[in-house]
Each structure stands twice: as structure tokens, then as C-alpha cells.
Nanobody, 123 residues
């Protein structure tokens, strides 16, 4: 069973940067497409970014394009989310998610989740 553990969240001023990390343990990391979602107060998790198995194809929500960068290091079993030019509306709990092989952009398509890390952006 794959286990995901996020880190790197915190409090930052608007315009600042943070880098989130998600370390995977268990089965072969390189067999899993990885994604980041976020959840502001409310029931749903919103798609942020996804990366394919090799790390050479990425997808982004329109709201973060040009500001966030997803990447992965299969040798370290880790996926990253570099967040630049942060805005107060980026405040949320950020979750790492994994699914076998194919990337996806809907919460229900991912069965494996981390515990989340809080990102707070002050104005």
C-alpha cells in the first residue's frame, strides 16, 4: 500500500513562495501519476496540478498556471509543488494524491491521499 506524507506548508505573505513536498512509501513510486489538490473551507478538494509517470508532462488549474510548478524525483519517491507569487486566495490545505499510471484531474479519480499540509497566505 502506498503511503503519502506532505510537508512544507506554512504562513507566507502575499507575493512569497513555498515549496511543498510529498514523499511516497510502499509500492513503486514511478508506477503512479501524482497530483496536488487543495481544500479551502468547504466540502470539495480542487485540482491544482498533476504530473505523469516520467515527470515530462504536467497539467495545471487555470488559477495557478504560471505561478505553480509540479515536479517529481522518482529516485527520491517525491513529488514537489513549487508555489510562487502566492495570493491570499491560495490559502487552503494542500493534499498530495496518487493513482496508478494515468494522470487525472478529478478528486474522485484518486484513491490514495496524504494527510494534507496547511498553506496560509496573508495580504
Amino acid at each position: 500500500q502506498v503511503q503519502l506524507v506532505e510537508s512544507g506548508g506554512g504562513l507566507v505573505q502575499a507575493g512569497g513562495s513555498l515549496r511543498l513536498s510529498c514523499v511516497s512509501s510502499g509500492r513503486t513510486f514511478s508506477d503512479y501519476a501524482m497530483a496536488w489538490f487543495r481544500q479551502a473551507p468547504g466540502p470539495e478538494r480542487d485540482f491544482v496540478a498533476a504530473v505523469n509517470l516520467r515527470g515530462d508532462t504536467t497539467y495545471y488549474a487555470d488559477s495557478v498556471k504560471g505561478r505553480f510548478t509540479i515536479s517529481r524525483d522518482n529516485a527520491k519517491n517525491t513529488v514537489y509543488l513549487q508555489m510562487d507569487s502566492l495570493r491570499p486566495e491560495d490559502t487552503a490545505v494542500y493534499y498530495c494524491a496518487a493513482r496508478p499510471y494515468m494522470t487525472a484531474q478529478r478528486e474522485g479519480q484518486y484513491a490514495l491521499w496524504g494527510q494534507g499540509t496547511q498553506v496560509s497566505v496573508s495580504s
